[in-house]
């Protein structure tokens, strides 16, 4: 059984709200909701698409920190502030993970922390075999 492992991506957000991006504990990684900002830039892309891509580039880049990967998801859940953004959030999900199919759900909910924010997302993965 693996240790608790904390992984941060270095966000300012998680200090300041305390948490972590992702925890591994046990066979599992846990990755905490995930927008679309580019952490690099500390910027967001106005398009919901993009936003997607950015949520799945986040995440894949702590998948392979906790010793996990995109194709190891088992399950998924998604969040988007408004309906119509459910067909261009799916449509950036079968690029990602298409061959994966992880147990998925998508809400539409009133809104994310900040307006700007449209769609969040988290999993969780099995860890690989060491």
């Keep these: 059984m693996a240790n608790r492992q904390l992984i941060s991506t270095g966000s300012p957000f998680e200090a300041a709200y305390g948490y972590s991006r992702a925890v591994a504990d046990g066979d599992y990684v846990f990755v905490a909701g995930t927008t679309g900002y580019n952490y690099a830039k500390m910027e967001m892309p106005e398009d919901v698409s993009e936003q997607t891509r950015n949520c799945f580039s986040t995440i894949a880049k702590v ?14 859940t998604y969040y988007v502030t408004d309906t119509s953004f459910q067909e261009p959030v799916l449509r950036v ?15 539409v909910v009133v809104g994310l922390l900040k307006p700007e924010m449209k ?12």
């Design 63 to 76: 998948l392979t920190d906790a010793g996990s990967s995109m194709e190891s998801i088992v399950r998924a």
């Design 93 to 107: 999900c079968g690029e990602r993970l298409r061959s994966v199919r992880p147990a998925s759900t998508m809400l």
């Design 119 to 130: 769609v969040e997302i988290e999993v969780t993965a099995r860890l690989l075999p060491k």
